[in-house]
């Protein structure tokens, strides 16, 4: 039996082995500064969207060729190469949903020659040495991730689909309800167990592969139910 899965995956953390968003703020912003944001963001006080708004601003003037050097000393999980592959060839569709920065994320995929992935991030300009973001994919309904998650999940899966998330953190607090099999690791795995949401733990992904192949292998195969109920909450609400 074939089922038809959607593989929806974070990035910072996931398919890149470091925080790299975290890891720029904690580089080139004001440290005491960074400190507050990210505790204030990791503890709900404020939503992602004005935690990056401040991260930004506490930036003071950003050399663009320094930045771009730090940035190519981040690393790429190793087997997201076998991942990507194995769902190539089970004619599964990856989207990457991100709370970080296009900036980077496009400069890591090139540079580590990973291509043909749907990404869906924020934006990120450097403009006179400032940092200026934007948020096209923002929906005040999201408060962890300024790119709302929820919304590329409900927009690019249907009642046929098996929706999967594979992600590590904070801002996949608000997106793993929505879908069927969830992945996860470190701050998302705790996350689910104090959620009480049903999950797989991984540490990386031949971890996930094998587990996709089993459940691609099972003759029935059930949706988990708390997803179908958030997913028709969504649609009936918006
Ligand atoms: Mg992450």
């Known amino acids: 039996m074939k089922h038809t899965f959607k593989i929806f995956m974070d990035f910072d953390g996931t398919i890149s082995r470091q925080d790299v968003g975290e890891a ?38 950003i050399d663009k060729k320094e930045l771009d050097e730090f940035i190519d000393t981040m690393e790429v999980e190793p087997t997201v190469y076998d991942f990507i592959k194995f769902c190539s060839t089970e004619g599964m569709d990856i989207y ?7 900036y980077y994320i496009d400069r890591i995929l090139k540079k580590n020659n990973i291509s043909g992935l749907k990404v869906y991030s924020n934006h990120l300009q450097i403009i006179d040495g400032k940092m200026v973001p934007s948020f096209p994919y923002y929906d005040e309904n999201c408060f962890s991730s300024a790119n709302c998650k929820r919304n590329h999940i409900l927009n690019h899966s249907s009642e046929d689909d098996f929706t999967v998330f594979i992600g590590d953190g904070n801002s996949d607090k608000g997106s793993v309800e929505y879908c069927d099999f969830i992945f996860a690791k470190d701050g998302l795995l705790r996350f689910c167990e104090m959620e009480r949401i049903t999950f797989f733990p991984f540490k990386n992904f031949i971890d996930v592969i094998s587990k996709l192949k089993e459940l691609n292998s099972k003759k029935r195969l059930k949706k988990r139910h708390r997803a179908q109920i958030k997913r028709q909450q969504a649609y009936t609400i918006e």
């Open 96 to 102: 990457v949903l991100s709370d970080g920065f296009d």
């Open 24 to 61: 720029v703020f904690r580089k080139f912003a004001d440290e005491e500064k960074t400190n507050r944001i990210i505790d204030d963001l990791l503890n709900d006080r404020i939503p992602a969207k004005e935690s990056w708004i401040q991260l930004c601003a506490a930036v003071d003037k």
